[in-house]
């Protein structure tokens, strides 16, 4: 369910406070605006924090969609199942 229109998007109040052109963003929900354009941000993921150069493409989206939280797959998808011994039975 999206947001009401006449709400307006939502933005922390903490990113306003901050003039600085390089900042860390733990507020993953809130909307990037044209203000924020051509600003450096670190994003928080859960563990550590990912980098972005916020451009005009950009502008409507949230900060949590440029940060996944989810890791690849890996070699672990491509491992072969553990060797079983087969017992046989003495008739």
């Not at 990113?15 to 354009?37: A, E, G, T």
């Not at 994003?43 to 989810?70: C, D, P, Q």
């Not at 672990?76 to 046989?88: A, G, I, T, V």
Request: aromatic share 14%.
């Amino acid at each position: 369910m999206t947001r009401s229109i006449w709400k307006g998007p939502f933005v922390d109040t903490c990113l306003f406070k901050k003039k600085i052109i390089r900042w860390r963003i733990w507020s993953r929900r809130s909307c990037i605006l044209p203000q924020f354009v051509g600003c450096y941000a670190q994003i928080y993921n859960g563990k550590g924090f990912v980098g972005l150069r916020i451009t005009e493409e950009m502008v409507g989206h949230k900060f949590g969609e440029f940060a996944s939280t989810r890791k690849t797959g890996g070699k672990s998808s491509k491992r072969k199942p553990p060797f079983k011994k087969e017992r046989y039975s003495k008739l």
